[in-house]
């Protein structure tokens, strides 16, 4: 049946996406793993929910059944939530349809039966539109669209799964560092600091601030001075704290990304030139190892 087919293993995406289907005039079938999966969803409004029936846990081993089950449907497009998983499955199953996809796309329409797309691009510097034409595979992450609601029946889907990779064990991911989207107060590292001894710098004017400490990128993931959970930006914590101050952070835009919504960036930098200037409400040049100590003892006092 033609349609859009719908797989999230979010709930409230899998209902958001339904949300869109239906404001576009098409019909929404929904694909679950499972049938606990399959009665979580009865209420996201669409026409159909498949419980998929097989041999794995893994959604992304049933990519290829699910592309094969897809044509014979005659969908019109697979548009799957922008979670790890999701991004995992819309991937493969695009690779054996040999089709467009285009990947965590911002807002979607139909116009004359071609599916444009929005996609933020560099940190969201900038928008690229792209048109999609015959079946096609998008990613769409939450919030974009407003969920639908309505009963739906239940019918089960036999499909085979490629058994080769199976869950062995699974172990929570073991959090190091503190929740820096939280954070009312946030002194940020970045590369300009010498030596790992030197982050006290930073953290007696945390202290001071009673701020938590963040980093760039290139502090946890290279230098492994921090935990991962303590870097801003585009792929590390997104924070909008009340106050943001940088020492030795140049501003680059994927760490810009994730301070946007501060209300207060204070930015510390020898180079009077560096972009963290054009985000900041404050700016102070001058060598971190001279302005943040007596700034420090300033705010003691
Ligand atoms: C796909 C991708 C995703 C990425 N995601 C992220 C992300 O989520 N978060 C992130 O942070 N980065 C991310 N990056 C990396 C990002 O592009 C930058 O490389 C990184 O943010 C730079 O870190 P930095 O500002 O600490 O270092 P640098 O760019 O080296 O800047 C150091 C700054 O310190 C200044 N400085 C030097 N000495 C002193 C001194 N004595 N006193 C004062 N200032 C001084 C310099 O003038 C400079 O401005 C990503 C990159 C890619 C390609």
Known sequence: MAGIYIFSDRADIAAEIVGFARAAGKEAFVM?????????????????????DGDSELIESYAKDIAEFLIKAGAELFAVG?????RDLAARVAGYLDCAMASDVVSVEYHDNQLTCVRMLYGGAVQEKQVLSGLSVVTIPAG???????????EALKLKADTRVSIVETAPIVKEGVDLSKAEKVV???????????????????AVLGAELGCTRSIAEERHWLPVESYIGISGAVIKPRLYISMGVSGQIQHVYGIRDANLIVAIDINE???????ADYGIVGDLYEVVPLLTEALKK
């Open 188 to 206: 940020c590292v970045g590369m300009a600091l010498d030596k790992e001894e030197d982050l006290q710098i930073a953290r007696d004017l945390a």
């Open 82 to 86: 922008a979670t790890p998983r999701g």
């Open 32 to 52: 679950a793993l499972g049938e606990e999966a399959a009665q979580a969803l009865t209420n996201a409004g669409a026409d159909k929910i498949y419980a998929i």
């Open 144 to 154: 974009k669209f407003e969920p639908a609601q309505g009963e739906s029946t239940i």
């Open 273 to 279: 030139k560096a972009p963290i200037f054009k985000a």
